[in-house]
């Protein structure tokens, strides 16, 4: 019952910008922290940015000053704003649900490509 959609992948040049959405159903969206993780090949699913219900932000190192996590309660929907995209952001990029009611647990989308070419 539980769906996380992701759309708004693709390939891009080096220093261009792409968009993520990740459309949620199924859940209390607001009362849910979401998050952005990514997975680049031969490397460990890693955390890309997070937001909680009440908006707090948290982003890797890596993409801080690059990246910007939102959330649209009226749509149910968490974007990924990338820009000035690096070639090691390339990645499949998962969108995460962190449900705290009635009780914590983990619902992850399928994923969508990102390939940054330099």
């Known amino acids: 019952q539980v769906q996380l959609v992701e759309s708004g992948g693709g390939l891009v040049q080096a220093g261009g910008s792409l968009r993520l959405s990740c459309a949620a159903s199924?859940?209390?969206?607001?009362?849910?922290?979401m998050g952005w993780y990514r997975q680049a090949p031969g490397k460990q699913r890693e955390l890309v940015a997070s937001i909680t219900s009440t908006h707090i932000t948290n982003y890797a190192d890596s993409v801080k000053g690059r990246f910007t996590i939102s959330r649209d309660g009226a749509k149910n929907t968490v974007y990924l704003q990338m820009n000035s995209l690096k070639p090691e952001d390339t990645a499949v990029y998962y969108c995460?649900?962190?449900?705290?009611?009635?009780?914590?647990?983990?619902?992850w989308g399928k994923g969508t490509q990102v390939t940054v070419s330099s």
């Open positions: 995460n649900a962190l449900r705290m009611f009635p009780r914590t647990l983990d619902y």
């Open positions: 199924g859940i209390i969206f607001s009362t849910s922290a």
